[in-house]
């Protein structure tokens, strides 16, 4: 039989196969009783085979057309292929998030001039530009990790080839085939895990990598984040924990030395094995021959180097502010999730000025060496704010946090303000209408029992509210809370931004209930913004390890006092350090502000502004004994901050006062107090210095340091009466201006408007 023949008979098989099979499909259609279909596909054979006698005879033959369909099955899956690759590479991460990437776990905080603060946890301590890594180091990494780097595309297949050979042929793994791309990739988007799954993203992500981003950025990025032992992350922290260098110190040796760390951070550490450290060493230097980088002989000579390390402790695991950035750690669970937070990878940035803090740390520092052993205190606290915006500048809660105690007496202490307080009562009457040329008769009185005392025993006779903000006087502080009532003190205190309880008594007026440092700052603050409060805040945002914002700042506003009402206590306030008992706090431009000493002088303050920043600093010990200082000591503290503070910083005005001061109309309502016993006891000093004060515990008498200067706005004073009567509860509620129930004072002589400021540094008053 010819071959003829036999295509013959096989064709003809064929055909009956097919006959066959159409034959058993038309059966199985009749029997499912679907004709409708049964025409459809028999129209569409009907075309598939004119389509099929229309082809070219060459693709008629069956060899040919089984041809054709590989061919279409490769293309086909070439093409699934593709499609299913464009589907991995849109569901890998984001490149650009490689910019912005931080470790799980760590928490890093930054000053508001984005300077790191403190890190917490496996954070890269030192960053660096590609530029300052030294190029021995950048070869060394290089020719250890990647001799091809410069020349593939993520993934080097010569590599994965000769790290095979060379563990077949060694029986032992000695050479991996990872790219530095790759090395990147499953620091910041993957995990340690060695299934061929994660291998393959691994691949796939560090060839995305190479398309999107520089070679150079990738070599800065890697080289920033390669865990090199010892809490090093990166090759500035390695240099600086192996041999407490930085990278542009480092010999050929040591480069070699941090280059061989990679693969096995713990075993190569010279920390840990001197020995190993060398070996490694001296394989990286025999590859940097083989790739040309340097020399056999300049190999030599850095084998023959001895290897000493320096061991130094990683930077910024000690915080350089730490009473700010602990007090940052305690307010972020308030604006992030418990879960974010335990997730890591947050960087937090803050409010706080390097420059401010600097000057915070080193005036503390000073009050407590230099004047805390001769006046008896041995803490110290400062806090700086600005008032436009509530954000925190500069914190000190202590003399040493590490050393000596991490008890921040800035937000956690609670101490009495002394004449600090004053400022509310006086801000409080101003806002009720009252005139700060409004006179009473300081005098020895009794008010329910209760009677207040001056510094030294000594009463000065009538005086205005302004000159007794000055010299800081008692008697017309209580006197003036009489007169406009405990609760709108109450509520005005509140509204400024003291969030401590207050109770309704008479040495409220002289600071009797405690306040921290932090709200009676944020206080002050709202007299310099003019009347607008504003929550203290010291974080601006916080973004997660992908770079998401998790939390923007955005702290409103309020205007709690009328903007006259301000500005007239800021002039109030003016005086006392022009020419009261503020005047170590001078500077080289108008400062507005007021000193405090609580009872036995256990706490001395200063609390004082600028338009532009507004600090405060409290002296004292932590177990309440008395000191033996007095508040200049704390005026002229803040003195020494500001000095350094403003330095560069433009002198602004603080607002104009109101031209008539005498028939203001009020913005909230007096609310006066009726004693049920009041008792002048004349103006002379108190014959029984030791006599004991009566009423509740916190209503002990205050006193407060007077001013050696001489107040030539004081008006002389009338001859006191010996004796006055007692009058009875009062039954009505008073004008603001009514005068006091006493002979009128003579003409008030107004003081200057803008008081020239100090020409230079004055020094503390000898004595309270």
């Known amino acids: 039989m010819t071959d003829g023949q036999n295509d013959q008979n096989r064709q003809i098989a064929r055909r009956d196969r097919r006959a066959r099979k159409n034959r058993r499909f038309t059966r199985l259609l009749n029997n499912l009783r679907l004709p409708g279909w049964q025409a459809r596909f028999d129209k569409a054979g009907g075309k598939l085979n004119e389509f099929e006698q229309k082809l070219p005879p060459p693709l008629k033959n069956p060899i040919v057309r089984r041809r054709l369909l590989w061919l279409g099955i490769l293309v086909g899956g070439f093409g699934v292929f593709k499609i299913a690759t464009w589907q991995i590479d849109r569901s890998l991460p984001n490149p650009a998030d490689l910019a912005v990437f931080s470790r799980p776990g760590t928490l890093t905080i930054k000053a508001s001039d984005g300077t790191v603060l403190h890190q917490l946890g496996p954070a890269t301590r030192e960053k660096l530009t590609i530029s300052q890594i030294p190029k021995p180091l950048i070869n060394a990494f290089i020719a250890s990790e ?57 691949a796939l992500l560090a060839q995305k990598l190479e398309r999107e981003v520089d070679k150079q950025q990738l070599l800065e990025r890697y080289l920033n984040l390669v865990y090199l032992g010892s809490n090093a992350y990166g090759v500035g922290d390695a240099a600086w924990i192996y041999f407490s260098k930085s990278v542009n110190q480092l010999t050929l ?49 850095a084998k023959a180097e001895d290897l000493k390390i320096k061991p130094s402790s990683p930077k910024k695991i000690e915080s350089d502010s730490p009473y700010f950035t602990y007090y940052v750690q305690q307010q972020l669970p308030k604006y992030i999730s418990k879960a974010a937070l335990e997730a890591g990878g947050i960087t937090v940035e803050t409010t706080l000025s390097p420059k401010f803090q600097k000057a915070a740390d080193k005036a503390i520092k000073d009050a407590i060496e230099v004047e805390g052993s001769a006046e008896n205190f041995k803490q110290a606290a400062m806090v700086a704010i600005d008032p436009r915006s509530g954000e925190v500048r500069a914190m000190v809660g202590g003399y040493d946090f590490y050393k000596e105690s991490q008890f921040n007496r800035a937000t956690q202490a609670q101490r009495q303000p002394g004449s600090t307080f004053k400022s509310f009562v006086y801000t409080t009457a101003i806002a009720a209408g009252f005139s700060p040329y409004r006179s009473y008769l300081d005098e020895r009185f009794v008010v329910d029992g209760y009677q207040p005392k001056n510094y030294s025993n000594k009463y000065k006779g009538w005086m205005n509210i302004r000159n007794a903000l000055t010299a800081s006087v008692n008697v017309i502080a209580v006197k003036t809370l009489i007169d406009v009532g405990f609760n709108p003190v109450i509520k005005t205190a509140e509204s400024m931004g003291i969030h401590s309880k207050l109770n309704p008594t008479y040495s409220m007026a002289l600071g009797a209930y405690e306040v921290n440092l932090l709200e009676l700052v944020s206080s002050y603050g709202t007299l310099a913004a003019q009347g607008k ?23 409103k506003r ?64 932590d177990d309440n004994s008395p000191t033996w200082g007095s508040s200049g000591t704390a005026a002229y503290a803040w003195h020494q901050f500001m000095k350094a503070s403003v330095e ?56 407060e340091p007077r001013s050696e200067r001489s107040y030539e706005s004081v008006p002389a004073d009338p001859p006191p009466a010996e004796t006055a009567p007692e009058p009875a509860p009062r039954q009505e509620e008073p004008p603001p201006e009514s005068a006091a129930p006493l002979p009128e004072p003579p003409p008030r002589r107004e003081a200057p408007l803008d008081p020239a400021p100090a020409s230079s540094d004055p020094l503390p008053p000898p004595g309270n």
């Open 146 to 202: 990647d001799r091809r780097f410069y020349e593939h595309t993520g993934v080097d297949y010569q590599a994965i080839v000769r790290a095979i050979g060379r563990n077949l042929t060694s029986g032992s793994l000695v050479e991996g085939g990872s790219t530095i791309t790759q090395q990147l990739a499953r620091v910041v988007f993957l995990n340690q895990d060695r299934s061929i799954g994660r291998k393959v993203k691994e």
């Open 253 to 301: 040796s040591e480069s070699a030395t941090i280059a061989g760390l990679p693969p096995a951070p713990s075993l190569y550490s010279p920390i840990v094995s001197l020995e190993k450290a060398r070996e490694r060493r001296n394989v990286v230097l025999d590859k940097m021959v083989e790739a040309g980088y340097i020399t056999p002989a300049e190999a030599e000579t």
């Open 533 to 555: 409060a504003i929550e203290p805040h010291g974080i601006r945002r916080i973004i997660n390890s992908k770079g998401k914002v998790l939390y923007q700042a955005d702290v």
């Open 558 to 621: 309020k205007q709690v006092l009328d903007a006259e009402t301000a500005a007239i206590m800021t002039w109030m306030l003016r005086n006392v350090v022009s020419d009261g008992t503020g005047r170590p706090a001078q500077i080289d431009r108008p400062v507005a502000g007021k000193t405090g000493t609580s009872e036995k002088a256990r706490d001395l303050w200063f609390i004082g502004y600028i338009p532009q920043l507004v600090a405060g600093v409290w002296l004292g010990n």
């Open 648 to 703: 560069g910083m433009p002198i602004q005005k603080f607002p104009e006062i109101p031209a008539n001061l005498d028939d203001r109309k009020g913005s909230l309502k007096a609310e006066p107090v009726k004693p049920n016993r009041t008792r002048s006891l004349g103006g002379s000093a108190d014959p029984d210095e030791s006599q004991s004060q009566s009423g509740d515990a916190p209503e002990s008498s205050y006193s």
